[in-house]
């Protein structure tokens, strides 16, 4: 089966670096991943378009200034964006394409599909190859999943994603949920995985097998939490599954020893408070804020982690983390 491959390296990637990678080594790991064959390259602050903030975390540069740099660079792939309604606007949509992305992938929470409609429905009526993003879709049983599925289907969406944010599934869970969205759509289905259980390769191979034919992932696993399916192990792993990437295997793992290893901060390794965002539940992009604020009120990391997955937090409740870490810490002190 063909396996359409997108890297995350570029904008996943840039929650492991606190979203301070630069326009040129955006445009060098770029470049790299081009003539590896990789198809689709997403490029945007961590959070997507518009998510350079206190909140968020602030970028060495602007999106703008991002996409500039990396558009030259592709002679293959499609300059993908990814946006979050409420965190970027359409506005930002369209200075993106004017910028050279062909690509848009509209994201929401799993249950929240509706926000997406204008988003989508511009982004299609407008030319760009458009691809709904269901995140943490672990929170919700597949046949729910499958309904939200259809509303971004129904928007325009010419692929729909099981997004699993808070690397909480195992490949049977991974599975199921793409058989669903296999049964109840006519587009294609992606899956976005984190490796916060270990699972983010075995899953992503478990989902192809359901029916996935595109699939993410990002040079050494680059990404929030413990990462992304890495993605030179990821198509190594899909090519001796007979799967058809069109990525040359030999020149992404190059890139990711050459050109990604020695731009990262840290190894991307599932330590113990990434494993414990998996266990909980817990959006992947949730780690680097917790470490923050449990040494700022000296409590663990991994209780604010387990309280913020009881009490079911999202992404853009990112200020909640202050408010469980203070309240563990007055509790204990």
Known sequence: MSVQI???SLRDGMHSVAHQFTPAQMAQVARALDRAGVGTIEVAHGDGLGGSSIQYGVAASSDLDYLAAVAPELER???AVLLLPGIGTLAQVKEAQAAGARTARIATHCTEADIAQQHISWCREHGMRTIGFLMMSHMLAPADLAVQAALMESYGAEVVYAVDSAGALLPDGAAERVQALRQQLDCEIGFHAHNNLGCAVGNSLAAVDAGATWIDGSLRGLGAGAGNAQLEVLCAALDRAGHATGVDVFALSDAAEDVMAPLMRRPQIVDRTALALGYAGVYSSFLLHTERAAERFGVDARDVLIELGA????????????DVAAELAGRTG
Do not use: N, P
């Open 77 to 79: 792939a499609s300059l």
């Open 6 to 8: 997108v890297d995350s």
């Open 311 to 322: 009490r079911k937090m999202v992404g853009g409740q990112e200020d909640m983390i202050i």
